[in-house]
């Protein structure tokens, strides 16, 4: 992709090479530092797969004591670090820096206690999303978030993130499911915030850890509540012919105080995507296809899915269909959730946006990026977190061709910005990473940025912790506008980066 | 009241030395005045949850009540954004109309200081961060905010959050600011999500003989897929009479008996959903086994306000605590408290609402001390005339207060905002 740029590289650290890889061997076992080539390599990139950077060195601590000596060391020597958890992350959050030890929370993946009785499991950060559900759906339990990367993505990386899902607008995204973390700061210190009590007492440090992407505290454990799954869990299937009655029966089942668990839209180029990738049965006529789901008791669902049917037959539904069975329910979910894949099948590389919008305004959402997809004459299909508002287009394209990624991103920053005039955010679950860096500032003025920045140089004085993530390059927003890179020359060199 | 203006800043000050700022501008105004002065500053809206924290020593006041009314309110996008200083009645009545709610259930303080009715702001009420029965199911005050405006310690105009629910765009200062008691941020504006409220509410109350068993119907209950909303537990104290009149007096419902200990359970929505909820918990409590009576949704409604009233410490001289432990810990808690203290048990068996008698101040030394050892916190909620400080109001520990000064430092230096209502040096 375009030129990305990152902080100075600090000469000093990269001088001083082999004196760090000696004292991090001294740290933890020599075994977990990784300086080889080849041994690093893996670790160039997150799901953010078109921004490379080869770290300094790879560390993988076992215990929060080792995290913590190893802050430490890097703390007292300027040595930058990047926290990495599964590199799930679209947002290039976990992108290393050549100056930077790369530290990978990767062997924190056991599970430590499970206790049903304060309705919470206490995990290492590393263990996966799902990994939480599977230890203890066998009592009927689960862990509520349930972003589409569950199978890989670790519960650290979700504290980082503050990911969401599907169920976001009932059950809440990851900040809204824990109850506590221990966390270790960029010098040393190791902390706890809340524990097994529900809220804490104070300043709510575990609300400000949520989403901040790695760049005030290292993660180390996680306390995630976990509810006991619903009597019931039914889904309807809805087709529309247009946009503007598809979205129009989405905003209805709001207004008439129905809160689906889950509510999504797809638009009619991801109908076709899916159902020729994963043969769902949608209703390939449609221009919009609506899929709502309801939990509850066994009237209550059968009473909500009534309603929900009368509003969208009222809004000319073009077909509407029922599950009678979790079998077909999860049918129903089966081209959504191979939304991505099928993308990925039909170009050879797709570019996922992560804009949230209020409810109403998707019909002029779509419109929009249907006139950006002529306009740059590149192909989009769009998902839509219906519930909470949370949009998905994805741009196809082919990354051989260099000027189609520029259009590409340029396509995906406006259409970012198209969301933040509708009343919307730039990123609603996948972080602002290095990804949407410089569109803090369509959303956040100086003020607003620089008092965030100014939490995390109190927090890390040295800004060592996962330096030029989420904060634009340059920092006087109000003044400069978006940051234009060109040929990789910054148009202020002298100025701070951050 | 004199009111004069002050010809520096242009913004009215009365004769208390307290600034009336008509917006947000004016009220970066005035605190960049503040700022510049050095002058610690207390906040204040109505000021009706001002006994809760240290006592600040400042001599001049921020008076934010001239920012009130609704900005915007859009039902079908669940969210209300509202000036910081309008008033929560004024906000619950709007949301009424259209059938929806504040889904956390704001406690009213003014029970416990005057006997009466005092709501007070929804900016103030974020600053406390206080959440009503509700809460084991829904989350916080801090869950259902989205985003805020307002002005940090140096005069600066500050916005976080937005109006979606799902967003990571920057830090999330909404959640800071939530129960900061306004010592980082005057607030200006704030967005609220909003839920649709259930139609009906009934409740079971069990008559409990048998102590041992409220933690393990506690256990039942959140181990349950019934989506209990309410359970609380009202002790019987045999030692006190006056206690005992007053219970039932609050609690004073045709398919109630007052007298002795019960426990109660909500449960919301519709008829048939509330019938076949009210079913499955018959089972899974063994109701049949136990005492039991049904509160109508013609009880139910009021018995849930009175609760979050905390009616049963109306007007109360002697010191009020609150407890939040690991459910877990309930039975040893409990154990301890005894025939000693008069308390209830909210949150399904996580909160306790403790009153300790005043001149009494060793006593909450001791059950802070405990609460802690159980993983849990204590807030002294309301003073005795007499406290004499020894136990600190809010518990934090060492490591926090670190990492908090550091904040607070980040959004104001000067320590201009609420000086040491939270903490010393904050």
Known sequence: MSELVLPKIDKATINKKEHIFKNLAKIINPENVLSHADEIKPYETDALAAYKQTPLAVVMPENTQEVSNILKFCHEENIKVVPRGAGTGLSGGALPLQDAVLLSLGKFNKILEIDFENKCVVAQPGVTNLGLTQAVQHKGFYYAPDPSSQLACSIGGNVAENSGGVHSLKYGTTTNNILGVEMVMMDGTICRLGGKTLDQEGYDLMGLICGSEGLLGVITEVTAKILKKPQVVKAALIGFPTIEEGGNAATEIISNGIVPAGMEIMDKALIEATDNFSKAGYPRDAELLLIVELDGTESEVDELLKEVSIICKKNNCSSLKLSNNEKERLSFWAGRKAAFPACGAMAPDYYCMDGSIPRGKLAEALLEIKKLSKKYNLPVANCFHAGDGNLHPLIMYDGGDKEQLRKTEEFGSEILKACVRLGGVITGEHGVGVEKRELMCEMFNDNDIQQQLDIKSSLDEKNLLNPGKVYPILRKCAEEGRVHVHRGEEKFPDLPRF | ?426
């Open chain 2, 1 to 426: 009241m004199s009111i004069e203006v002050r010809k520096n800043s242009q913004i009215f000050q009365d004769s208390n030395k307290t600034y009336y700022p008509e917006d947000e501008i004016e009220v970066s105004s005035v605190v960049k005045e503040l700022y510049k002065k050095n002058l610690p500053t207390e906040l204040i809206g109505t000021g009706s949850k001002s006994f809760i924290g240290n006592k600040i020593q400042s001599a001049n006041k921020l008076s934010l009540s001239k920012l009130v009314g609704i900005i915007e309110y859009l039902p079908e996008e669940l969210y209300i954004k509202v000036k910081a200083n309008t008033s929560l009645e004024i906000i619950e009545k709007e949301l009424e109309k259209n059938n929806q709610e504040l889904a956390f259930e704001p406690i009213d303080f003014g029970f416990i200081e005057s006997g009466k009715s005092n709501k007070g702001t929804i900016g103030g009420y974020l600053s406390c961060n206080f959440a009503g029965s509700r809460r084991f199911k829904v989350g916080s005050a801090r869950d259902h905010i989205l985003g805020f405006r307002g002005v940090n310690g140096k005069g600066e105009i500050i916005k976080s959050g937005g109006t979606v629910v799902k967003n990571v765009t920057g830090y999330d200062l909404s959640k800071l600011v939530t129960g900061s008691f306004g010592t980082l941020v005057a607030l200006t504006e704030v967005v609220l999500k909003v839920l649709p409220k259930k139609k009906l509410s009934n409740t079971i109350i069990i008559y409990i003989e048998d102590k041992n068993l409220v933690n393990e119907l506690f256990e039942k209950i959140s181990s349950s897929s019934s989506e209990v909303s309410g359970a609380v537990y009202v002790p019987d104290e045999p030692q006190d009479e006056s206690y005992n009149h007053n219970k039932e007096m609050v609690f004073k419902f045709n398919d109630l008996k007052s007298k002795g200990s019960f426990l109660a359970l909500r449960i919301e929505g519709d008829k048939t959903s509330i019938d076949e909820r009210i079913k499955a918990l018959t089972e899974e409590l063994e109701l049949n086994k136990l005492n039991i009576s049904l509160l109508d949704v013609h009880q139910s409604v009021p018995f849930w306000k009175k609760i979050n009233n905390l009616e049963l410490f109306a007007k109360t001289k002697n010191n009020l605590l609150r407890a939040v432990i690991p459910p877990s810990k309930g039975g040893e808690l409990m154990q301890n408290l005894g025939n000693k203290f008069k308390y209830y048990i909210d949150w399904c068996g996580s909160l306790y609402w403790i009153e300790v008698k005043s001149k009494k101040n060793m006593q909450i030394v001791e059950i802070k001390k405990l609460i802690k050892e159980l993983g849990g916190y204590l807030t002294i909620i309301k003073t005795s005339p007499d406290y004499d400080y020894e136990e600190t109001i809010f518990t934090v520990d060492h490591t926090r207060l670190l990492i908090s000064e550091k904040i607070k430092k980040s959004f104001d230096p000067k320590r201009v905002f609420n000086p040491g209502r939270m903490y010393r040096g904050i």
